[in-house]
């Protein structure tokens, strides 16, 4: 596709799902970086999806022409541009994605309306800048190893206060080997997580024994599962199985509901699920 941002030919991977149906919705996963992020996040999904952990996820990878140019983190280097906007190039990048890529994927599929982005390192920064533009179009963040200034983890502090969010994900993951000062965004990140009160927000900062690169491999997995940790919950089941006026048909199709609501997908209860649940019954009542 040729860009008008970047006036230049740009390249996106696009994977389905192996039995991609017209009839029904699927999320989609964007991974910036994709040379490196595509395929294993393609590997990773393929094998949560197989054995329904997450739901059938359309997968989308944007390659960088000039990564440095596009990815660039704003650290005050051009005294015009306050920190908390974007670099030339990775405001290309922003408007690309957001005003090029997503819109002819929601033309040519059948997407849910539930969008993720994946970046790692320089794309993680950009992850986390993402989240406070107004036009911003996801609702899961996974962030590599981002490195970030106090006023871009203040002004995020700020915005989760005031805003008023649709259901929001954003996984955070540290390398205990990586650069400190990675590890210290890292950190500054969990703090803003833990001080939030808005109640459409999950956050979750995870450190791992890791270096700048096996980062990528030792947390996207648990990532993606943060990201759909509403699909097949049942963890209030144990809970509310011991009221009386209990209905296990309302509780599966409150569940249906929900999922529906947040990731934009109907859900059937599978056979394995209505035997845990019905086992779980059966010992409680």
Known sequence: MISQYFKNKRTIKI???????????YPVIYTLDGFELFPIASSYVNFLTKYGVIPNCIIVGIYHNNRNYETMPNYGSDIRIPVTEFLEGSANLKNHLLEEVIPIIKKEYTVSGFNVIIGHSNTA???????????????GYIAITPDLLKKQTDYLEKYLSEKQLKRTYY???????????????????DTVFQKSKNTNFKGL????????????PKSLNDALMFIFSDYKNYDDFNDKVLNSKFSISDYIDEKSILINNIYGINYNLNEEDFYYLLNLVLEKR
């Open 205 to 216: 900062h995870k450190i791992y024994n890791a270096g700048h690169l096996d980062l990528v």
């Open 125 to 139: 920064t950009f992850v986390n800048e993402i989240i406070s533009k107004n036009e911003n179009n996801f609702n």
């Open 15 to 25: 994977l389905l799902p192996e039995k991609y149906d017209v009839n029904k919705s």
């Open 171 to 189: 996984f955070v993951s540290s390398g205990l080997k990586d650069d400190k000062y990675r590890l210290e965004s890292g950190i500054v990140l």
